[in-house]
Structures are given as structure tokens and as C-alpha cells.
């Protein structure tokens, strides 16, 4: 595999950064997970555009401009031969001294990585997933805002050992007010008397490319669509429910801290959605 660094490939086992990069030492840096489906980049430019939101809002100047980037993102594909595939793009702030002071860092880095990314095993698609509730907290959006897409990723780990150690593969993360946000690396739907419905950006949540993309879906379906802040009693209590997210693209949601959500089985408006979804991806995008 090559991966892209500051304007070269690099073999994988060539591919370093120094260890003195503040994205290593601090965390200091943006990043975004695309995906290739059929020969083509999905949604390419939004998630350039949120790359780019999320530089500027911690003051991390890019040294290459938006079409670039764009131009760059493909060639990584071309010259790994994938027409399908997961492509994570990370901006750091560069190398720099032990302190946190970012002005010691010259030079922000540009790096993009294509390969493979199974989040969740096939028969999750099928049957749908467990999820219990985190006791960590999601970032409150006055802390660092969960729209900033940032290599600070601590809380949603701890969720996600939480989950692990429940013996289940996702976590639902809950404001500091117990409103749920999000999971882990994934937006939440629920559907309740025919409505489908997710938490508000503004309560601290990423505002999920996929996530806008299923709403569009679902519009497009005829289903009514609303965002609503809800607790963990709309989820266990809640008709169906799936989870939106690039790697995970659209999965169903069968039990919730040990409820079963309706009777336990993939719902049918969940199931809709994940067939548009599949048939939608693989005809829209930037050709590689
Ligand atoms: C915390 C979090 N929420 C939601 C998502 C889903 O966002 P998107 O659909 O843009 O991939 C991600 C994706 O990485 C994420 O990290």
C-alpha cells in the first residue's frame, strides 16, 4: 500500500511521521474518513469542505487548497488500484517542540491513507446490533465541539471500551444533560409511529455526512423526518432504530441496554433505508 504524505507516496512501512508531531503528542490535528464505492468517491467534496471547517476552527492552516486535496484523495486511490475502499485523511499541525504551544510547529502535514475498513461484521447488517449506554459523556459543543472532527477521540474510546467490556460493539453517548447525541463513531435514528427521527446537531453531535445523506433518503422515501432531542427511554421504547456513520454506512439497532427495541427484529422503514442506501452509493460520486 502507498500512503500520501505532504505531496509523496510512500510505501506503508516507509510511511512515518516524527514523533514529535503535535498530532502524536497532543492530539493536535483534524481528520476524515471517506469512502470509495464502485469507482467513485462519495460525497468527496462535503467531506473536503468539513476537513477544512474543522482546520479552520482550530486554527490549523492547510498547506494545500481544497481542489488539491481533492485531486490528492484520488490519486491515493489510483495508485493503490482500489475502486472500493475506506480513505482516512488526517491533517496534523506538524512537527514541533515538547510544549503545547503550536506556534513551534512550521508546518501543519497532509496525510492520506487508502485502504479497507470493516467496522461491524456483515451479519450485524442482517440481524442488528446490541448497544448499551456509555456512563463517559460526548464533548459538550462548549468544551471542544463534537462538530470539529479532531484527533481528541478519548471520551468516544472510553465508550467504546465501555461497550466492548458489555460484550457488545457500540456505545450511545449522552450529553452532560443525559440527552442522547451519538455513538461512538456513528449518528443515531430512531423511528417512532412512522417518524424518523435523530438528536439536533446543536446538543453536540457530529453532524454526520451519512447522517444528512439518510435524512435525504428518507425524505425522498416519503417518510416524515424530524430532529428531536430524546433520552434513553426513546430509545428502548422506540418502533426501530439504525445508526448512520461513513465506515458503518446505515446499521440496525436491536437492543438497547439489554431492551429489545419493538420486538427484537430489524425493523421494515430501517430496512428501506439501508436497501436505498446500498443502491444509492455505488451510482453517485467523484470518479476516480
Ligand atoms: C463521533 C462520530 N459521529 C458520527 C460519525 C458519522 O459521520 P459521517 O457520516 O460523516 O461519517 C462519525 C464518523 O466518523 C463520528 O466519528
Given at each position: 500500500m502507498l500512503v500520501y504524505i505532504d505531496g509523496q507516496f510512500y510505501d506503508e512501512k516507509d510511511a512515518k511521521v516524527s514523533v514529535f508531531d503535535h498530532g502524536l503528542l497532543y492530539g493536535d490535528g483534524v481528520f476524515e474518513g471517506v469512502r470509495a464505492y464502485n469507482g467513485r468517491v462519495f460525497k468527496l467534496s462535503e467531506h473536503i469542505k468539513r476537513l477544512y471547517d474543522s482546520a479552520k476552527a482550530i486554527m490549523l492552516k492547510v498547506l494545500i487548497s481544497e481542489s488539491e486535496m481533492i485531486e490528492s484523495v484520488l490519486e491515493a486511490l489510483r495508485k493503490n488500484n482500489l475502486k472500493d475502499g475506506y480513505i482516512r485523511i488526517l491533517i496534523t499541525r506538524g512537527e514541533g517542540s515538547l510544549g503545547i504551544d503550536p506556534?513551534?510547529?512550521?508546518?501543519?502535514s497532509v496525510i492520506i491513507i487508502a485502504d479497507s475498513?470493516?467496522?461491524?461484521?456483515?451479519?450485524?447488517?442482517?440481524?442488528?446490533?446490541?448497544?448499551?449506554?456509555?456512563?463517559?459523556?460526548?464533548?459538550?459543543?462548549?468544551?471542544v465541539n463534537p462538530k470539529i472532527k479532531s484527533l481528541n477521540y478519548i471520551n468516544n474510546i472510553m465508550a467504546k471500551i465501555e461497550a466492548r467490556q458489555a460484550g457488545v460493539l457500540e456505545a450511545i453517548m449522552l450529553d452532560r444533560n443525559g440527552y442522547v447525541c451519538e455513538c461512538t463513531g456513528d449518528n443515531i435514528f430512531i423511528v417512532k409511529n412512522g417518524v424518523i427521527k435523530t438528536p439536533p446537531v446543536y446538543l453536540g453531535v457530529l453532524k454526520g455526512i451519512t447522517r444528512d445523506f439518510v435524512i435525504e433518503i428518507a425524505r425522498d422515501l416519503g417518510y416524515i423526518f424530524q430532529e428531536e432531542i430524546m433520552t434513553q427511554y426513546d430509545i428502548y421504547t422506540a418502533d426501530e432504530c439504525f445508526l448512520t456513520?461513513?465506515?458503518?454506512?446505515?446499521?440496525?439497532v436491536v437492543m438497547a441496554d439489554s431492551r429489545e427495541i419493538s420486538n427484537g427484529n430489524v425493523g421494515e422503514v430501517t430496512k428501506s433505508i439501508i436497501k436505498e442506501f446500498r443502491l444509492r452509493v455505488a451510482q453517485e460520486g467523484w470518479e476516480i
Open positions: 506556534i513551534t510547529c512550521a508546518r501543519s475498513l470493516n467496522l461491524y461484521p456483515e451479519e450485524f447488517y442482517e440481524t442488528g446490533l446490541a448497544i448499551i449506554s456509555a456512563s463517559v459523556r460526548r464533548n459538550s459543543p462548549d468544551v456513520g461513513t465506515a458503518a454506512e446505515a446499521i440496525p
